[in-house]
Protein backbone atom coordinates (compact mmCIF):
# COMPACT_ATOMS: atom_id res chain seq x y z
CA UNK A 1 0.00 0.00 0.00
CA UNK A 2 2.54 2.63 1.01
CA UNK A 3 4.46 1.21 -1.66
CA UNK A 4 2.16 1.78 -4.43
CA UNK A 5 1.46 5.35 -2.92
CA UNK A 6 5.06 6.64 -3.11
CA UNK A 7 5.15 4.54 -6.96
CA UNK A 8 2.29 6.73 -7.90
CA UNK A 9 3.16 10.39 -8.05
CA UNK A 10 6.54 9.22 -10.11
CA UNK A 11 4.50 7.45 -12.39
CA UNK A 12 2.22 10.69 -12.90
CA UNK A 13 5.51 12.92 -13.33
CA UNK A 14 6.36 10.60 -15.69
CA UNK A 15 3.17 11.13 -18.16
CA UNK A 16 2.85 14.49 -17.13
CA UNK A 17 5.95 16.50 -16.52
CA UNK A 18 4.70 19.00 -13.38
CA UNK A 19 5.54 22.54 -13.77
CA UNK A 20 8.43 23.24 -12.09
CA UNK A 21 6.88 25.47 -9.39
CA UNK A 22 4.64 22.26 -8.83
CA UNK A 23 8.02 20.61 -8.12
CA UNK A 24 8.91 23.31 -5.57
CA UNK A 25 5.39 23.16 -3.85
CA UNK A 26 5.80 19.22 -3.33
CA UNK A 27 9.47 20.04 -1.89
CA UNK A 28 8.19 22.67 0.34
CA UNK A 29 5.15 20.32 1.25
CA UNK A 30 7.80 17.62 2.60
CA UNK A 31 9.60 20.13 4.68
CA UNK A 32 6.93 21.27 6.05
CA UNK A 33 5.80 17.90 7.09
CA UNK A 34 9.54 17.06 8.24
CA UNK A 35 9.19 20.44 10.12
CA UNK A 36 5.62 19.60 12.22
CA UNK A 37 6.88 15.69 12.71
CA UNK A 38 9.90 17.46 14.55
CA UNK A 39 7.94 19.25 16.79
CA UNK A 40 5.81 16.72 17.98
CA UNK A 41 8.73 14.32 18.41
CA UNK A 42 10.62 17.04 20.79
CA UNK A 43 7.40 17.53 22.13
CA UNK A 44 7.40 13.51 23.29
CA UNK A 45 10.69 12.72 23.67
CA UNK A 46 11.60 16.08 25.81
CA UNK A 47 9.61 15.56 29.23
CA UNK A 48 10.90 11.60 29.03
CA UNK A 49 14.44 12.69 28.85
CA UNK A 50 14.00 15.18 31.70
CA UNK A 51 12.16 12.81 33.68
CA UNK A 52 14.66 10.20 33.20
CA UNK A 53 17.39 12.23 33.69
CA UNK A 54 15.62 13.71 36.94
CA UNK A 55 15.19 9.71 38.25
CA UNK A 56 18.34 8.87 38.48
CA UNK A 57 20.20 11.81 40.20
CA UNK A 58 18.80 10.43 43.63
CA UNK A 59 22.23 10.10 44.66
CA UNK A 60 24.01 13.44 44.63
CA UNK A 61 26.88 13.78 42.40
CA UNK A 62 26.32 10.68 40.26
CA UNK A 63 24.00 9.04 38.27
CA UNK A 64 22.20 6.07 39.96
CA UNK A 65 19.57 4.05 39.73
CA UNK A 66 18.88 4.78 43.65
CA UNK A 67 15.24 6.03 43.03
CA UNK A 68 14.55 2.92 41.09
CA UNK A 69 15.38 0.55 43.51
CA UNK A 70 13.67 2.39 46.15
CA UNK A 71 10.86 2.13 44.52
CA UNK A 72 10.97 -1.95 44.06
CA UNK A 73 12.16 -1.96 47.73
CA UNK A 74 8.69 -0.45 48.76
CA UNK A 75 6.38 -3.19 50.01
CA UNK A 76 3.84 -0.52 49.10
CA UNK A 77 4.65 -0.02 45.47
CA UNK A 78 3.80 -4.24 44.79
CA UNK A 79 1.12 -3.95 47.09
CA UNK A 80 -0.66 -1.21 44.83
CA UNK A 81 0.43 -2.34 41.44
CA UNK A 82 -0.65 -5.98 42.19
CA UNK A 83 -4.22 -4.49 43.49
CA UNK A 84 -4.66 -2.51 40.29
CA UNK A 85 -3.78 -5.50 38.26
CA UNK A 86 -6.05 -7.76 39.79
CA UNK A 87 -8.96 -4.94 39.58
CA UNK A 88 -8.06 -4.56 35.94
CA UNK A 89 -8.56 -8.21 35.18
CA UNK A 90 -11.85 -8.09 37.23
CA UNK A 91 -12.83 -5.34 34.62
CA UNK A 92 -11.93 -6.98 32.13
CA UNK A 93 -13.52 -10.19 32.77
CA UNK A 94 -16.69 -8.09 33.98
CA UNK A 95 -16.56 -6.15 30.57
CA UNK A 96 -16.09 -9.14 28.27
CA UNK A 97 -19.21 -11.25 30.10
CA UNK A 98 -21.26 -8.12 29.63
CA UNK A 99 -19.98 -7.05 26.10
CA UNK A 100 -19.45 -10.05 23.77
CA UNK A 101 -22.93 -12.06 24.66
CA UNK A 102 -24.95 -8.28 24.20
CA UNK A 103 -23.30 -7.53 21.66
CA UNK A 104 -23.49 -11.23 19.96
CA UNK A 105 -27.08 -11.24 20.64
CA UNK A 106 -28.06 -8.17 19.14
CA UNK A 107 -26.48 -8.94 15.84
CA UNK A 108 -28.32 -12.13 15.97
CA UNK A 109 -31.52 -11.97 17.27
CA UNK A 110 -32.38 -8.39 18.25
CA UNK A 111 -30.69 -5.96 15.38
CA UNK A 112 -33.03 -3.52 16.66
CA UNK A 113 -31.99 -3.15 19.86
CA UNK A 114 -28.27 -2.17 18.01
CA UNK A 115 -29.19 1.62 18.36
CA UNK A 116 -30.25 1.88 22.09
CA UNK A 117 -26.91 -0.89 22.86
CA UNK A 118 -24.83 1.38 20.69
CA UNK A 119 -25.80 4.80 22.34
CA UNK A 120 -25.30 3.16 26.28
CA UNK A 121 -22.07 2.50 25.51
CA UNK A 122 -20.99 5.80 24.51
CA UNK A 123 -22.43 7.33 27.53
CA UNK A 124 -19.55 7.14 29.34
CA UNK A 125 -18.02 9.58 27.20
CA UNK A 126 -21.11 12.06 28.55
CA UNK A 127 -19.93 11.21 32.11
CA UNK A 128 -16.75 12.31 32.91
CA UNK A 129 -15.12 9.92 36.01
CA UNK A 130 -15.34 12.49 38.62
CA UNK A 131 -19.10 13.23 38.15
CA UNK A 132 -19.33 8.96 37.80
CA UNK A 133 -17.24 8.55 41.54
CA UNK A 134 -20.01 11.06 42.87
CA UNK A 135 -22.97 9.14 41.40
CA UNK A 136 -21.72 5.96 42.75
CA UNK A 137 -20.89 7.58 46.19
CA UNK A 138 -23.58 8.90 46.86
CA UNK A 139 -25.92 6.09 45.63
CA UNK A 140 -24.20 2.76 46.88
CA UNK A 141 -23.07 4.74 50.07
CA UNK A 142 -26.58 4.71 51.13
CA UNK A 143 -29.51 2.04 51.84
CA UNK A 144 -30.15 -0.57 50.43
CA UNK A 145 -26.68 -1.25 48.93
CA UNK A 146 -24.53 -0.02 51.64
CA UNK A 147 -21.32 -0.69 49.47
CA UNK A 148 -19.18 1.88 50.67
CA UNK A 149 -18.35 0.30 54.29
CA UNK A 150 -16.62 -3.01 53.35
CA UNK A 151 -13.57 -2.99 51.09
CA UNK A 152 -14.97 -5.28 49.18
CA UNK A 153 -17.92 -3.53 48.13
CA UNK A 154 -15.62 -0.65 47.16
CA UNK A 155 -13.67 -3.08 45.11
CA UNK A 156 -17.24 -4.06 43.49
CA UNK A 157 -17.98 -0.51 42.86
CA UNK A 158 -14.06 0.42 41.70
CA UNK A 159 -14.56 -2.54 39.01
CA UNK A 160 -17.97 -1.52 37.74
CA UNK A 161 -16.54 1.74 37.26
CA UNK A 162 -13.98 0.72 35.37
CA UNK A 163 -16.17 -1.67 32.87
CA UNK A 164 -18.28 2.04 32.62
CA UNK A 165 -15.06 3.33 31.58
CA UNK A 166 -14.07 0.39 29.27
CA UNK A 167 -17.23 0.11 27.91
CA UNK A 168 -16.92 2.59 25.01
CA UNK A 169 -13.67 0.79 23.70
CA UNK A 170 -14.87 -3.03 24.87
CA UNK A 171 -17.99 -2.43 22.92
CA UNK A 172 -16.43 -1.09 19.71
CA UNK A 173 -13.11 -3.61 19.48
CA UNK A 174 -15.74 -6.63 20.20
CA UNK A 175 -18.64 -5.39 17.67
CA UNK A 176 -15.60 -4.63 14.86
CA UNK A 177 -14.57 -8.30 15.68
CA UNK A 178 -18.30 -9.61 15.22
CA UNK A 179 -18.56 -7.76 12.10
CA UNK A 180 -15.55 -9.84 10.56
CA UNK A 181 -16.54 -13.09 11.11
CA UNK A 182 -20.01 -14.80 9.95
CA UNK A 183 -22.09 -14.74 13.32
CA UNK A 184 -25.52 -16.64 11.79
CA UNK A 185 -23.54 -18.99 9.93
CA UNK A 186 -21.06 -20.34 13.11
CA UNK A 187 -24.32 -19.90 15.21
CA UNK A 188 -26.42 -22.48 12.75
CA UNK A 189 -23.38 -24.32 11.79
CA UNK A 190 -22.76 -24.99 15.68
CA UNK A 191 -26.74 -25.88 16.45
CA UNK A 192 -26.75 -28.08 13.76
CA UNK A 193 -24.32 -30.05 15.75
CA UNK A 194 -26.13 -30.05 18.67
CA UNK A 195 -24.18 -26.89 20.56
CA UNK A 196 -26.04 -25.27 23.14
CA UNK A 197 -26.15 -21.55 24.05
CA UNK A 198 -22.81 -22.00 26.58
CA UNK A 199 -21.10 -24.16 24.35
CA UNK A 200 -21.69 -21.48 21.26
CA UNK A 201 -20.57 -18.85 23.41
CA UNK A 202 -17.25 -19.99 24.76
CA UNK A 203 -16.38 -22.43 22.22
CA UNK A 204 -16.85 -20.60 19.19
CA UNK A 205 -17.53 -16.60 19.81
CA UNK A 206 -15.15 -16.37 22.23
CA UNK A 207 -12.00 -18.06 20.45
CA UNK A 208 -12.91 -16.18 16.96
CA UNK A 209 -13.43 -13.07 18.88
CA UNK A 210 -9.78 -13.35 20.40
CA UNK A 211 -7.63 -10.96 18.67
CA UNK A 212 -10.72 -8.19 19.11
CA UNK A 213 -10.72 -9.49 23.06
CA UNK A 214 -6.94 -8.95 23.42
CA UNK A 215 -7.03 -5.48 22.20
CA UNK A 216 -9.65 -4.58 24.13
CA UNK A 217 -7.91 -6.12 27.29
CA UNK A 218 -5.13 -4.72 26.84
CA UNK A 219 -6.25 -0.91 26.11
CA UNK A 220 -8.07 -1.50 29.21
CA UNK A 221 -5.41 -2.27 31.31
CA UNK A 222 -3.54 0.50 30.03
CA UNK A 223 -6.01 2.88 31.35
CA UNK A 224 -7.09 1.10 34.53
CA UNK A 225 -3.62 0.06 35.82
CA UNK A 226 -2.93 3.94 37.11
CA UNK A 227 -6.48 4.95 37.23
CA UNK A 228 -6.67 7.93 39.84
CA UNK A 229 -9.94 9.81 39.19
CA UNK A 230 -12.17 6.90 40.93
CA UNK A 231 -9.61 4.95 42.73
CA UNK A 232 -8.88 7.75 45.22
CA UNK A 233 -12.19 8.44 46.03
CA UNK A 234 -13.18 4.65 46.21
CA UNK A 235 -10.02 3.08 47.50
CA UNK A 236 -7.99 5.60 48.13
CA UNK A 237 -4.23 4.77 49.05
CA UNK A 238 -4.95 0.82 47.80
CA UNK A 239 -4.65 1.72 44.33
CA UNK A 240 -1.65 1.96 41.81
CA UNK A 241 -3.17 5.85 40.77
CA UNK A 242 -3.04 6.85 44.13
CA UNK A 243 -0.13 5.46 45.69
CA UNK A 244 1.77 7.02 42.80
CA UNK A 245 -0.05 10.04 43.70
CA UNK A 246 1.32 9.98 47.40
CA UNK A 247 5.14 9.14 46.50
CA UNK A 248 4.96 12.70 43.97
CA UNK A 249 4.00 14.54 47.36
CA UNK A 250 6.82 13.80 49.60
CA UNK A 251 9.82 11.77 47.56
CA UNK A 252 10.88 13.75 44.27
CA UNK A 253 13.45 11.03 42.73
CA UNK A 254 10.83 8.41 43.09
CA UNK A 255 8.04 10.26 41.46
CA UNK A 256 10.26 10.61 38.38
CA UNK A 257 11.47 7.25 38.15
CA UNK A 258 7.71 5.92 38.69
CA UNK A 259 6.28 8.22 36.11
CA UNK A 260 9.02 6.15 33.91
CA UNK A 261 8.17 2.85 35.40
CA UNK A 262 4.37 3.34 34.21
CA UNK A 263 5.47 5.19 30.31
CA UNK A 264 6.94 1.76 30.37
CA UNK A 265 4.14 0.03 31.05
CA UNK A 266 2.05 2.05 28.79
CA UNK A 267 4.53 1.30 25.93
CA UNK A 268 4.42 -1.94 26.62
CA UNK A 269 0.21 -2.68 26.45
CA UNK A 270 -0.11 -0.15 23.97
CA UNK A 271 3.05 -2.11 21.88
CA UNK A 272 0.76 -5.46 22.31
CA UNK A 273 -2.13 -3.55 21.52
CA UNK A 274 -0.38 -2.45 17.69
CA UNK A 275 1.10 -5.70 17.32
CA UNK A 276 -2.28 -7.69 17.54
CA UNK A 277 -4.37 -5.04 15.39
CA UNK A 278 -2.10 -4.97 12.61
CA UNK A 279 -2.86 -8.76 12.05
CA UNK A 280 -6.26 -7.66 12.87
CA UNK A 281 -6.15 -5.05 9.94
CA UNK A 282 -4.43 -7.12 7.25
CA UNK A 283 -7.19 -10.48 8.42
CA UNK A 284 -10.04 -8.19 8.33
CA UNK A 285 -9.12 -6.85 4.93
CA UNK A 286 -8.66 -10.09 3.38
CA UNK A 287 -12.04 -11.55 4.73
CA UNK A 288 -14.15 -8.35 3.41
CA UNK A 289 -12.58 -8.78 -0.15
CA UNK B 1 -24.63 -27.30 3.85
CA UNK B 2 -27.70 -28.39 2.17
CA UNK B 3 -28.05 -31.82 4.40
CA UNK B 4 -32.29 -31.45 4.87
CA UNK B 5 -31.50 -31.11 9.16
CA UNK B 6 -29.86 -28.14 8.36
CA UNK B 7 -32.74 -26.79 6.02
CA UNK B 8 -34.60 -26.83 8.21
CA UNK B 9 -33.01 -25.51 11.04
CA UNK B 10 -32.52 -22.21 8.40
CA UNK B 11 -36.13 -22.39 7.79
CA UNK B 12 -37.02 -22.18 11.44
CA UNK B 13 -34.70 -19.28 12.13
CA UNK B 14 -35.30 -17.06 8.78
CA UNK B 15 -39.06 -17.06 9.31
CA UNK B 16 -39.66 -14.25 11.33
CA UNK B 17 -37.13 -12.34 8.70
CA UNK B 18 -40.00 -12.26 5.97
CA UNK B 19 -43.12 -12.07 8.58
CA UNK B 20 -41.70 -10.22 11.87
CA UNK B 21 -43.85 -12.18 14.13
CA UNK B 22 -42.71 -10.86 18.04
CA UNK B 23 -39.40 -12.54 19.39
CA UNK B 24 -40.23 -14.48 21.96
CA UNK B 25 -39.95 -13.05 25.86
CA UNK B 26 -36.81 -15.39 26.57
CA UNK B 27 -34.71 -13.89 23.60
CA UNK B 28 -34.79 -10.47 25.79
CA UNK B 29 -32.98 -12.24 28.11
CA UNK B 30 -29.73 -11.85 26.25
CA UNK B 31 -29.87 -8.82 26.96
CA UNK B 32 -30.22 -8.49 30.03
CA UNK B 33 -27.78 -8.39 32.14
CA UNK B 34 -26.08 -5.26 30.18
CA UNK B 35 -29.12 -3.23 30.55
CA UNK B 36 -29.41 -4.35 34.28
CA UNK B 37 -25.48 -3.21 34.41
CA UNK B 38 -25.84 0.01 32.43
CA UNK B 39 -28.66 0.91 34.91
CA UNK B 40 -27.17 -0.09 38.19
CA UNK B 41 -24.26 1.78 37.47
CA UNK B 42 -24.70 4.43 34.37
CA UNK B 43 -28.40 5.34 34.88
CA UNK B 44 -29.16 5.19 38.62
CA UNK B 45 -25.95 7.21 39.60
CA UNK B 46 -26.65 10.11 37.07
CA UNK B 47 -30.33 9.84 37.71
CA UNK B 48 -29.22 10.39 41.12
CA UNK B 49 -27.09 14.09 40.75
CA UNK B 50 -29.71 15.05 38.86
CA UNK B 51 -32.64 14.57 41.61
CA UNK B 52 -29.93 15.86 44.20
CA UNK B 53 -29.37 18.95 41.78
CA UNK B 54 -32.82 19.36 42.42
CA UNK B 55 -33.18 19.52 46.14
CA UNK B 56 -31.86 21.54 49.43
CA UNK B 57 -30.43 19.96 52.88
CA UNK B 58 -33.44 18.59 53.68
CA UNK B 59 -34.45 16.91 50.47
CA UNK B 60 -36.72 19.74 49.33
CA UNK B 61 -37.39 20.78 45.92
CA UNK B 62 -35.43 23.99 45.00
CA UNK B 63 -34.18 25.31 41.91
CA UNK B 64 -31.87 27.97 44.68
CA UNK B 65 -28.53 25.14 43.51
CA UNK B 66 -28.83 26.00 39.84
CA UNK B 67 -29.07 29.47 40.65
CA UNK B 68 -26.34 29.27 42.69
CA UNK B 69 -24.22 27.76 39.52
CA UNK B 70 -23.87 31.60 38.69
CA UNK B 71 -21.62 32.49 41.83
CA UNK B 72 -18.38 33.88 40.66
CA UNK B 73 -16.17 31.49 41.84
CA UNK B 74 -18.10 28.59 39.86
CA UNK B 75 -18.87 30.51 36.62
CA UNK B 76 -14.96 30.94 36.79
CA UNK B 77 -14.65 27.12 37.26
CA UNK B 78 -16.47 26.04 34.30
CA UNK B 79 -15.10 29.06 32.03
CA UNK B 80 -11.40 28.19 32.99
CA UNK B 81 -12.09 24.41 32.65
CA UNK B 82 -14.04 25.74 28.93
CA UNK B 83 -11.07 27.94 28.10
CA UNK B 84 -8.21 25.19 28.80
CA UNK B 85 -10.21 22.22 26.84
CA UNK B 86 -10.62 24.89 23.77
CA UNK B 87 -7.07 25.86 23.84
CA UNK B 88 -5.70 22.43 23.91
CA UNK B 89 -8.39 20.64 21.83
CA UNK B 90 -7.67 23.88 19.22
CA UNK B 91 -3.58 23.45 19.85
CA UNK B 92 -3.30 19.69 19.85
CA UNK B 93 -6.22 19.22 16.74
CA UNK B 94 -3.83 22.15 14.72
CA UNK B 95 -0.10 20.42 15.59
CA UNK B 96 -1.88 16.73 15.40
CA UNK B 97 -3.24 16.92 12.07
CA UNK B 98 -0.02 18.84 10.77
CA UNK B 99 1.83 15.05 11.51
CA UNK B 100 -0.99 12.92 10.19
CA UNK B 101 -1.04 15.54 7.26
CA UNK B 102 2.79 14.91 6.63
CA UNK B 103 2.45 10.71 7.32
CA UNK B 104 -0.53 10.44 4.96
CA UNK B 105 0.01 13.34 1.99
CA UNK B 106 3.31 14.77 2.94
CA UNK B 107 5.18 12.51 1.42
CA UNK B 108 7.28 10.98 4.52
CA UNK B 109 8.07 8.04 4.52
CA UNK B 110 6.55 5.20 5.70
CA UNK B 111 8.19 4.01 8.95
CA UNK B 112 7.38 7.57 10.06
CA UNK B 113 3.96 6.50 10.06
CA UNK B 114 4.61 3.03 11.95
CA UNK B 115 5.79 5.04 14.35
CA UNK B 116 4.13 7.82 14.86
CA UNK B 117 1.29 5.55 15.47
CA UNK B 118 2.86 3.73 18.14
CA UNK B 119 3.60 6.79 19.42
CA UNK B 120 0.05 8.40 19.22
CA UNK B 121 -1.49 5.14 21.36
CA UNK B 122 0.87 5.37 23.95
CA UNK B 123 1.03 9.26 24.00
CA UNK B 124 -2.80 9.54 23.99
CA UNK B 125 -2.58 6.96 27.15
CA UNK B 126 -0.03 8.68 29.17
CA UNK B 127 -2.08 10.98 30.97
CA UNK B 128 -2.66 11.33 34.78
CA UNK B 129 -0.18 11.61 37.54
CA UNK B 130 2.71 10.29 36.10
CA UNK B 131 2.12 12.78 33.17
CA UNK B 132 2.18 15.60 35.97
CA UNK B 133 5.25 14.23 37.06
CA UNK B 134 6.70 14.41 33.98
CA UNK B 135 5.98 17.75 33.14
CA UNK B 136 7.37 18.50 36.42
CA UNK B 137 10.42 17.10 36.00
CA UNK B 138 10.55 18.80 32.31
CA UNK B 139 9.10 22.56 33.00
CA UNK B 140 8.64 22.82 36.54
CA UNK B 141 11.24 25.28 38.40
CA UNK B 142 14.24 23.18 38.09
CA UNK B 143 13.06 21.16 35.12
CA UNK B 144 15.18 20.19 32.93
CA UNK B 145 13.88 22.42 29.57
CA UNK B 146 13.74 25.87 32.30
CA UNK B 147 17.41 24.92 33.55
CA UNK B 148 18.11 24.58 29.70
CA UNK B 149 16.43 28.08 28.48
CA UNK B 150 17.87 29.59 31.69
CA UNK B 151 21.48 28.58 31.34
CA UNK B 152 22.06 28.56 27.94
CA UNK B 153 19.70 31.28 26.53
CA UNK B 154 19.49 33.58 29.61
CA UNK B 155 15.58 32.86 29.49
CA UNK B 156 14.06 32.40 33.15
CA UNK B 157 10.65 31.42 32.41
CA UNK B 158 9.28 31.89 35.92
CA UNK B 159 10.56 35.40 36.58
CA UNK B 160 8.54 35.92 32.76
CA UNK B 161 5.65 34.98 34.81
CA UNK B 162 5.32 31.46 33.83
CA UNK B 163 3.99 28.94 35.84
CA UNK B 164 3.92 25.09 34.99
CA UNK B 165 1.04 25.74 37.90
CA UNK B 166 -1.08 27.76 36.28
CA UNK B 167 -3.36 27.39 32.68
CA UNK B 168 -0.32 27.97 30.34
CA UNK B 169 1.14 25.00 32.24
CA UNK B 170 -1.79 22.58 32.46
CA UNK B 171 -2.01 23.20 28.53
CA UNK B 172 1.29 22.49 27.87
CA UNK B 173 0.62 19.38 29.68
CA UNK B 174 -2.61 18.32 28.15
CA UNK B 175 -1.49 18.99 25.02
CA UNK B 176 0.41 15.78 25.52
CA UNK B 177 -1.90 13.21 25.25
CA UNK B 178 -4.49 15.93 23.34
CA UNK B 179 -2.49 15.88 19.79
CA UNK B 180 -1.99 12.37 19.56
CA UNK B 181 -5.50 11.50 19.87
CA UNK B 182 -5.68 13.86 16.84
CA UNK B 183 -3.47 12.06 15.27
CA UNK B 184 -5.23 8.61 16.05
CA UNK B 185 -8.69 10.29 14.84
CA UNK B 186 -8.19 12.42 11.55
CA UNK B 187 -5.48 9.87 9.95
CA UNK B 188 -8.02 7.82 8.87
CA UNK B 189 -10.10 10.80 7.55
CA UNK B 190 -7.02 12.38 5.71
CA UNK B 191 -6.91 8.96 3.81
CA UNK B 192 -10.16 9.14 3.16
CA UNK B 193 -9.37 11.71 0.37
CA UNK B 194 -9.32 10.14 -2.88
CA UNK B 195 -6.11 10.57 -5.29
CA UNK B 196 -9.48 10.90 -8.12
CA UNK B 197 -10.36 14.18 -6.58
CA UNK B 198 -7.26 15.60 -6.56
CA UNK B 199 -6.48 14.25 -10.02
CA UNK B 200 -9.87 15.74 -11.40
CA UNK B 201 -9.19 19.34 -9.62
CA UNK B 202 -5.70 19.90 -11.60
CA UNK B 203 -7.33 18.51 -14.85
CA UNK B 204 -9.80 21.38 -14.11
CA UNK B 205 -7.03 23.60 -13.59
CA UNK B 206 -7.30 24.08 -10.19
CA UNK B 207 -3.82 25.10 -8.39
CA UNK B 208 -2.61 23.04 -5.10
CA UNK B 209 -4.59 25.71 -3.02
CA UNK B 210 -7.38 25.66 -4.92
CA UNK B 211 -7.81 22.19 -4.96
CA UNK B 212 -7.29 22.47 -0.68
CA UNK B 213 -9.72 25.62 -0.47
CA UNK B 214 -12.75 24.15 -2.30
CA UNK B 215 -12.52 20.32 -2.25
CA UNK B 216 -10.26 19.04 0.31
CA UNK B 217 -11.21 21.53 3.50
CA UNK B 218 -14.29 21.41 3.07
CA UNK B 219 -14.87 17.67 2.77
CA UNK B 220 -12.33 17.23 6.00
CA UNK B 221 -13.60 20.36 7.80
CA UNK B 222 -16.75 17.87 9.83
CA UNK B 223 -14.04 15.18 10.59
CA UNK B 224 -11.18 17.90 11.80
CA UNK B 225 -14.38 19.88 14.20
CA UNK B 226 -15.41 16.53 14.98
CA UNK B 227 -11.82 15.30 16.56
CA UNK B 228 -11.80 18.90 18.08
CA UNK B 229 -14.87 18.32 19.81
CA UNK B 230 -13.51 15.11 20.94
CA UNK B 231 -10.24 16.72 22.19
CA UNK B 232 -12.14 19.23 23.95
CA UNK B 233 -13.89 16.48 25.86
CA UNK B 234 -11.34 14.69 27.07
CA UNK B 235 -9.79 17.94 28.39
CA UNK B 236 -13.12 19.04 29.84
CA UNK B 237 -13.33 15.66 32.35
CA UNK B 238 -9.72 15.24 33.06
CA UNK B 239 -9.24 15.51 36.79
CA UNK B 240 -5.84 13.82 37.67
CA UNK B 241 -3.65 15.49 35.61
CA UNK B 242 -4.85 18.77 37.23
CA UNK B 243 -4.92 17.70 40.44
CA UNK B 244 -1.20 16.31 40.69
CA UNK B 245 0.33 18.80 38.93
CA UNK B 246 -1.66 21.66 40.53
CA UNK B 247 -2.22 20.06 43.83
CA UNK B 248 -5.77 21.48 43.18
CA UNK B 249 -5.02 25.05 42.98
CA UNK B 250 -6.34 25.55 39.70
CA UNK B 251 -9.89 26.18 39.95
CA UNK B 252 -11.66 23.77 37.43
CA UNK B 253 -15.03 22.45 37.44
CA UNK B 254 -13.53 18.73 38.25
CA UNK B 255 -11.25 19.60 40.72
CA UNK B 256 -14.25 21.56 42.42
CA UNK B 257 -16.49 18.37 42.51
CA UNK B 258 -13.47 16.46 44.10
CA UNK B 259 -12.93 18.89 46.92
CA UNK B 260 -16.49 18.63 47.15
CA UNK B 261 -16.65 15.16 47.30
CA UNK B 262 -13.57 14.78 50.01
CA UNK B 263 -15.08 17.38 52.03
CA UNK B 264 -18.32 19.53 51.20
CA UNK B 265 -16.04 22.63 50.68
CA UNK B 266 -19.04 24.25 48.84
CA UNK B 267 -21.24 23.59 51.68
CA UNK B 268 -24.13 22.87 49.46
CA UNK B 269 -24.18 19.37 48.75
CA UNK B 270 -26.95 20.27 45.79
CA UNK B 271 -24.61 22.60 43.87
CA UNK B 272 -21.85 19.97 43.60
CA UNK B 273 -24.90 17.81 42.00
CA UNK B 274 -25.67 20.55 40.24
CA UNK B 275 -22.16 21.33 39.13
CA UNK B 276 -21.79 18.20 37.91
CA UNK B 277 -24.83 17.87 35.99
CA UNK B 278 -23.69 21.02 34.16
CA UNK B 279 -20.66 19.01 33.23
CA UNK B 280 -22.95 16.31 31.80
CA UNK B 281 -25.30 18.65 29.61
CA UNK B 282 -21.78 20.28 28.51
CA UNK B 283 -20.51 17.01 27.52
CA UNK B 284 -23.95 15.79 26.46
CA UNK B 285 -23.82 19.25 23.81
CA UNK B 286 -20.44 18.24 22.31
CA UNK B 287 -21.30 14.60 21.65
CA UNK B 288 -24.37 15.34 20.04
CA UNK B 289 -22.26 18.37 18.04
CA UNK B 290 -19.83 15.64 17.15
CA UNK B 291 -22.24 12.98 16.12
CA UNK B 292 -23.85 15.27 13.62
CA UNK B 293 -20.65 16.05 12.49
CA UNK B 294 -19.37 12.32 11.78
CA UNK B 295 -23.21 12.00 9.98
CA UNK B 296 -21.98 14.77 7.88
CA UNK B 297 -18.07 13.84 7.09
CA UNK B 298 -19.08 9.95 6.73
CA UNK B 299 -21.00 11.23 3.86
CA UNK B 300 -17.53 11.74 1.29
CA UNK B 301 -15.52 9.45 3.23
CA UNK B 302 -16.22 5.83 3.44
CA UNK B 303 -13.49 3.66 4.19
Known amino acids: MAAAMSFLPNLRNLFFPPASSQAKDRGSKRGASWFWMAVGVLYFVLPLVATFDFSLRARKGVLSFLAYERVFKDPAFWKTFIFSLEMAFFTILVSLLLVVPTAYWIRLRLPKLRVIVEFISMLPFVIPAIVLVFGFIRVFSGAPFFLTNTSFGTNVLLVAGYTVLALPYMFRAVDTGLAAIDVRSLTEAAQSLGAGWGTILFKIIFPNLRVAILSGAFLTLATVIGEFTIASFLVGINAFGPYMSLIGQNKTYESSSLAIISFMLTWAFMGLLQFLNRGQASSSLAGAH | ?303
Open chain 2, 1 to 303: MSSKQNFAVNEKRDAPQARPAPLPWRHWLGVGPFFLFAFLFIFLPSLSLFIGAFQDASGAFTLKNFADLSRPEIVDAYWVTIRISLVTAVGGGLLGFAMAYGVTLGGLPAWVRTALSTFSGVASNFAGVPLAFAFIATLGRTGMVTLILKLVFGLNLYDKGFSLYSFWGLSLTYLYFQFPLMVLIITPALDGLRREWREAAENLGATSWTYWRRVALPILTPSILGAMILLFGNAFGAYATALSLTGGFINLVTIVIGSQIKGDILHNVGLGYAMAFGMVIIMATMMTLYYLLRRRSERWLRP
